[in-house]
């Protein structure tokens, strides 16, 4: 049974920084695509970034790209979400997701259906606030 559990989220004003934490138990995430997705009350669910195994290829929804960092440190079993020049849009529960088929993501922009589906596993999820 794998655990994604999710810290780091709080209350900030906008163009603050958060870094949030995904950490994994029950199993290693090192062989694993990681995303990161949010959602506010209302609407459904949406893509992030995503990071492959080795930390080296990366996607981004345009909405974060250039605020945005996703990284993993796999001798942690830890994947993390650095988000500077927050937003008040940028408000939502974050949440980190596995995908135990793939060692590399699938490309957003290429998957035509529900991305989130792709990921098996999920945290509990985070609350990010930012005033403005």
């Known amino acids: 049974q794998v655990q994604l559990v999710e810290t780091g989220g709080g209350l900030v004003q906008a163009g603050a920084s958060l870094k949030l934490s995904c950490t994994a138990s029950?199993?290693?995430?090192?062989?694993?695509?990681m995303g990161w997705f949010r959602q506010t009350p209302g609407k459904e669910r949406e893509f992030v970034a995503a990071?492959?195994?080795?930390?080296?290829?990366?996607y981004y929804d345009h909405s974060v790209k250039g605020r945005f960092t996703i990284s993993r440190d796999n001798a942690k079993n830890t994947v993390t979400l650095q988000m500077d020049n927050l937003r008040p849009e940028d408000t939502a529960v974050y949440y980190c997701?596995?995908?135990?088929?793939?060692?590399?993501?699938?490309?957003?922009?290429?998957?035509?259906?529900?991305?989130?589906?792709?990921?098996?596993?999920w945290g509990q999820g985070t609350q990010v606030t930012v005033s403005s």
């Open positions: 029950g199993r290693t995430l090192s062989s694993w695509a």
């Open positions: 990071i492959d195994w080795h930390g080296i290829m990366t």
């Open positions: 997701a596995a995908d135990p088929k793939r060692v590399l993501p699938i490309a957003p922009e290429s998957y035509h259906g529900d991305y989130s589906s792709l990921y098996d596993y």
